[in-house]
């Protein structure tokens, strides 16, 4: 009721801003009736914390697979290490644009349109295959780009019998994120964790199968473990369509009813909205990947405790991610009833979750590095010492990050959630690559403070994407007051 203590606090500063500003107060009240800050905490974790899990699920796929390989040999675990990140290379700007389907479902299924969603679904799986096509052909030539890249020769063999395995699954995990994305976007995250557990399974069985030969299966090494991860991919999606078929409650969708009829203005629409997103995802990856070649000029044991502080941090960024990714519903649902209110505080929510987790999260990391470090490292031995020394360095810089990466990672999601990805995407290249590279280089090499500079860098460049996204979200509202009034 508006004379109760949390309508004081919260509302009224609010209120007499929106007077001020010529919006009418009775209308701000009605529509303020119909939210509770309490709910949307409530019904966002009942959200993200399936979507994170799920995120951490994807995360234990690749930590299997390097344990695993270590049993094959140092060499075997550093050819894997290459043919990932070559694949990543690939995939990842092309999962930003099928990740469109999120705040395009999103909007649709608050707005009701049921034949929207279904439209969107179609042209998402139909680019999926496109696309997955396009990457199956050009990671066929794998051992010639590894060779122009002036990697290890003796690398490059195994690399690629690595990667022509594991690119047969890049069109069915396309395909599988599309499928996953339209279930969260309808707040049904559940079953894409629940396959996701699954897979873990699946992938160790078929590591230790398909790797070293048990079962009757033939011993394909390096090669086993790409074949390992096309059969999770594969499985992943098999099993979201028997699911999206068979669920009574998604039938009223028609997702597989009728023939896929491909419109030029869906087209544009799926790829205005996803082709900014490739261009923020590939902005950032390439800030870590730039960190990491530049880390290189201070030796192995610096290159050690990156990769292992690195590891650390980007496993607690994927309980932010999967936050974000619950940001991007909510607020773009809100948006398609046509309430920005509600889209505001959806935005916002999210966003204090994702640094309140995550700044509770770095707390662990600035108490308890040489503890962290030791999950990795055997810290009686003497030559890991100086690995020991510099990675409790940077886990405590990593718990200063955490807060600024939580900040950017949900206010990104919250931008998704409107449909703007294009102005993220500049402010993505100006941060990361102008702020944050910059700065690196500058504090590594030209101040002298080598390893520690380059982290710092890390944080600034994170810092000033943290403040100008999210100033970029808020700013909408600011501009569009109109819908205030309307909504």
Known sequence: MPGCFLHRVFCSPLCLGLCHNGISLQIYLEKLMHMSLFREVKTALKLAIPMAATQLAQIALGVTDTLMCGRLGGHALAAVGLGTS????????????????????????GAGDREAIRRYVHHG?????????VGVFLLGFAAPILSLLNQPPELIDLAESYILAVRWGLIPALMATVLRGFLDSLSRPRPGLIIALF?????VVANWGLMFGHWGLPALGVAGTGWAS?????????????YTWWEPELRPY?????PFVLLASAWSEFLRVGLPMAGGIMAEVWLFTGMAFLMGQFGAS????????????????????GIANASTVRVGQAMGRGEPLAARLAGR???GLGVTVMGSMGLVLWFAPTTILGLYLDLQDPANAPVIALGSQFLKLAALFQLFDALQVTSQGALRGLKDTRTPMLIGFACYWGVGLGSAVLLAFGLGWRETGLWC?????????????????????RKHRILLEQA
């Open 125 to 133: 799986l139909a680019l999926a295959f496109m696309l997955g096509l």
């Open 457 to 477: 860098g890390l944080i600034l460049g994170l810092m000033a994407a943290a403040i100008a996204l999210n100033t970029r979200f808020h700013w909408h509202f």
């Open 302 to 321: 610096a290159v050690a405790a990156h990769q292992v502080s690195l590891n650390v941090a980007s496993t607690t960024f994927m309980v932010a991610l």
């Open 199 to 203: 897979g873990i399974v699946i992938n």
């Open 254 to 258: 028609h997702i597989w009813k009728g």
């Open 230 to 242: 096309s059969s999770v991919n594969i499985f992943t999606f098999l099993t979201l369509l028997l």
């Open 349 to 351: 929510v999210g966003m």
């Open 86 to 109: 070559a694949f990543a290379m690939l995939w990842l700007p092309v999962m930003g644009i099928i990740q469109a389907i999120g705040p395009l479902v999103a909007q649709a299924h």
